[in-house]
């Protein structure tokens, strides 16, 4: 295969060489990176990536090619990536029973470009030590200078709502593949689609939760009218402190329905209550972060996306730290027991990643119940 040669500078003039696949094209963004050693389809189709370019730390990429069944949205959302060695088979078969593509021929069809090549790990010190960057791939412009330029004119991640880009067109109920609470739900639950993964509605389906999306700007007076057990606000790309309208609508629910925030959704819980977020330097992205429970006192190892985060020391009276992470003493979960309301800036679903924080799923479960149960109890 004919090499095509690209370059990775960032708007500090900061620049890699490599070579280019997929589109082949162009591809501008904030420049991040992930610590997971798999999952990079869910990650590149992972809605709350939209606007980024992810570095992935591992060094191969590409090893067990692309199957539909792992797309965790409707397509690739991130704007491009940044391997060290990107795997080009020729033609199947594939190296896992369940490919149906290559990574390079699955990003060529989503128009995503692709640098390989890259000392990704000098880019990755070079990012811990500088911080998440706007940066630009190219195969058509390799004026370093140029790029430099136009990776300056590009706007900043604060301040960005990107919640737009990737929430449904309209409401739907999910229908997964059958699991064994999937044909009788004991719940049901309205989803405000920040960026929603897929395998979050299949761990609501696995807990006997039948899950109703609906997009990210829907009053909450109408989600109200489907009388929903319960609300999950999901995870999603941008800047919470520019999603205003989330955080007001989710203020209009608060004590009126149980509430479970994941990772953005946390964020926009905590706007709602009056607390402010901020930028990390570098932001939580990969499989392997550790967050101790401080209900149980357990460790649990878990997958993280974001790049922004809640002050814990704004949160008001009535929420309590429930989870907190063990790198860098951020806040990982709070919760409202007098709301019924609880968030966690982690990704209990996982994919890619471990198991550890699944059980987070039956208590919005248990809370639903118990809220029913409340409820009965004040009507008779």
Request: hydrophobic letters at 40%; glycine letters at 10%; a negative charge.
């Amino acid at each position: 295969m004919t090499r095509t040669p690209a370059l990775l500078v960032l708007d500090d003039g900061a620049c890699f060489e490599g070579c280019a696949y997929g589109a082949r094209g162009e591809a501008s963004g904030e420049v991040v990176f992930t610590t997971s050693m798999t999952g990079y389809q869910e990650t590149l189709s992972d809605p709350s990536y939209c606007g980024q370019i992810v570095t992935f730390t591992t060094a191969h990429i590409g090893n067990y090619g692309v199957t539909p069944l792992d797309r965790q949205g409707d397509s690739l959302f991130a704007s491009g990536a940044v391997t060290h060695d990107l795997f080009m088979p020729s033609a199947g078969p594939f190296p896992h029973w369940r490919a149906e593509e290559s990574l390079d021929s699955s990003l060529a069809a989503a128009g995503l470009t692709v640098i390989s090549g890259v000392d990704t790990r000098a880019l990755t010190l070079h990012l811990r030590d500088n911080g998440a960057r706007n940066g630009i791939i190219s195969a058509l412009d390799l004026d370093r200078e140029s790029l430099t330029r136009r990776a300056r004119e590009l706007p900043p991640m604060h301040g960005r709502d990107l919640t737009g880009q990737v929430t449904c067109a309209g409401s739907y109920l999910y229908e997964s593949s059958p699991s064994p609470n999937a044909d009788k739900p004991d719940f049901h639950v309205a989803v405000y689609d920040f960026g929603v993964k897929r395998s979050i509605l299949h761990s609501l389906r696995l807990a006997g939760i039948e899950p109703r999306v609906w997009p990210a700007a829907t009053p909450a007076e109408k989600v109200l009218a489907s009388k929903p057990d319960g609300v999950l606000l999901s995870n999603g790309p941008g800047d919470p402190g520019a999603c205003g309208y989330a955080a007001a609508t989710v203020k209009t629910l608060l004590g009126r329905v149980p509430l479970f925030g994941i990772c953005l959704g946390l964020q926009i819980l905590g706007l709602a209550l009056g607390v402010s977020t901020y930028k990390l330097k570098f932001g939580h992205r990969g499989a392997n972060q550790p967050v101790k429970d401080l209900d149980s006192g357990r460790v649990l190892i878990t997958s993280q996306n974001h790049g922004f985060c809640v002050d814990p020391d704004r949160l008001p009276h009535n929420a309590r730290i429930t989870h907190w992470n063990l790198n860098d003493d951020t806040l990982e979960g709070f919760a409202c027991d007098d709301l019924a309301a609880f968030a966690v800036q982690f990704h209990p679903e996982a994919a890619p990643g471990t198991n550890d924080a699944a059980p987070l799923f039956a208590r919005f479960r248990e809370l639903m119940a118990n809220h029913v149960q409340q409820t009965a109890v004040q009507n008779t």
